[in-house]
């Protein structure tokens, strides 16, 4: 339905001055959303022409943010995940106009899309406003979002300097990935016992995304500078897909071995049975248990109305059953619907990263890991290589205390939620 509107008010689109003005904006929206629809290279084509020219002149003859705010959001999602795009006709005048706009998010995307024109003048000011501490903080994150998926060359060295920044240090951690920095993994371990909860798996997932980063990660982990208990099962599998013999060895001297056969798991259950009873009639905490469900599940799972949406929503699910909660702990990839099945993404930079594709075009590839959604360039990528695995990883159970594995079941096994500890 989306496109045949597109179709239609594009045709339309020399009569936008006689459009009525309670109609405008809708006519933008839909408008824009031919940008989505129609590739770059095939809009001059088309017999009405590319709807670029005319949403460039709209917002060099408007004032109203609201009507710019509307059009700078649908091109900058139209855009989303390309980089050093040609800039168009009259964008120039209308950067210089938005620049001086009062409000601040209309001046934070004008900049980000100029930047994906490969406007020079953007690049200075987005790497001066993500740096500036005394800015406003939502056009500190849209810059440095912006630099982020401009893949800025001259950024690694603010992400650095915003480790030490509370309010930008998440985003800068999951940033760090996308470059290969010497300087990354020992920034990184150096702040890493100050982080929080979920800056810790940032770090983790930055420090697990390439080889070099990846050995001083199991370094650390050998001089016990950073806690065996930290490596969930999901940073273990991201480990081993980068394939390198020397962080195996290091993985199997440090942990042993992880992975059981097939044939193991109902002895596994059996034995995870025991260790679960052994703690008597109330086996487990559930406080306790929330937070260890926060350091190694949350990120992919939603219980009681919180956590991620990489995996299946456990708050209806068979939980009050023991068995249940084990088999599908344990053997994750017994069954294994299509929208959770991972693949691993190898990036021609060196990086390599393990996620769902949700979707994929001739342009881009846009993949939900268990931090964040990113839309890579396709000219980035080297190769997609669908797994036959569950992107929940196996081997959960296995960097945790047999008391951690208690509260953890113990709390899943609630029928509400819980205080964390802190909350008590």
Not at 14 to 28: E, I, K, M, N, Y
Not at 334 to 348: F, Q
Not at 354 to 382: A, F
Not at 407 to 423: F, M, N, S
């Amino acid at each position: 339905m989306l496109d045949v509107g597109c179709s239609m008010f594009n045709a339309q689109r020399s009569a936008f001055g006689v459009v009525l003005p309670r109609h405008r904006l809708r006519f933008l929206r839909l408008l824009t959303c031919s940008l989505l629809l129609v590739p770059l290279a095939s809009r001059a084509a088309q017999p009405t022409g590319d709807p670029l020219p005319m949403l460039v002149s709209v917002l060099r003859g408007t004032a109203d943010p609201e009507l710019q705010l509307d059009i700078l959001r649908g091109l900058n999602s139209a855009f989303k995940g390309r980089r050093r795009l040609p800039m168009p006709k009259g964008w120039e005048a209308v950067e210089a106009q938005l620049e001086r706009s009062p409000n601040a998010d209309v001046r934070a995307l004008a900049q980000s899309l100029s930047l994906t024109f490969g406007s020079t003048s953007a690049l200075v000011t987005l790497r001066n406003t993500a740096s500036d501490r005394s800015a406003d903080l939502n056009a500190r994150r849209t810059a440095l979002t912006s630099l982020l998926d401009a893949k800025d060359t001259g950024l690694p060295p603010i992400l650095l300097g915003l480790l030490d920044d509370a309010t930008l240090r998440g985003a800068a951690l999951r940033g760090l990935a996308g470059y290969d920095d010497p300087k990354a993994p020992a920034a990184i371990l150096a702040v890493f016992d100050s982080l929080e909860v979920a800056e810790k798996r940032d770090a983790l997932n930055t420090l697990a995304a390439r080889a070099p980063n990846a050995k001083a990660l199991m370094a650390a982990l050998a001089e016990g500078k950073v806690p065996r208990n930290v490596l969930t099962a999901d940073i273990f599998r991201q480990l081993h897909n980068l394939k390198n013999a020397e962080i195996d060895a290091d993985l199997q001297k440090v942990y042993g071995t992880i992975r059981e056969s097939s044939a193991d798991k109902q002895k596994e259950i059996e034995r995870y049975k025991r260790i679960y009873w052994a703690g008597g009639s109330q086996p487990g905490d559930g406080p306790r248990g929330r937070a260890v469900f926060v350091r190694t599940c949350q990120q992919c799972h939603t219980l009681f109305d919180v956590g991620g949406k990489v995996g299946p929503e456990l708050t209806g699910s068979n939980r009050g059953d023991l068995d249940y909660i084990l088999q599908n702990i344990l053997d994750p990839n017994a069954v294994i619907p299509n929208e959770y099945r991972a693949s691993t993404i190898d990036l021609k930079d060196g990086r390599s990263l393990t996620g769902i594709v949700k979707q994929q075009d001739g342009k881009s590839v846009t993949v939900l890991t268990q931090t964040e959604t990113l839309v890579l360039p396709r000219n980035e990528i080297d190769s997609i290589q669908q797994s036959e695995l569950s992107m929940m990883p196996e081997g959960l159970l296995a960097p945790l205390s047999d008391q951690e594995v208690r509260d953890l079941i113990y709390y899943l096994g609630r029928t509400g939620q819980v205080p964390l500890p802190a909350e008590k």
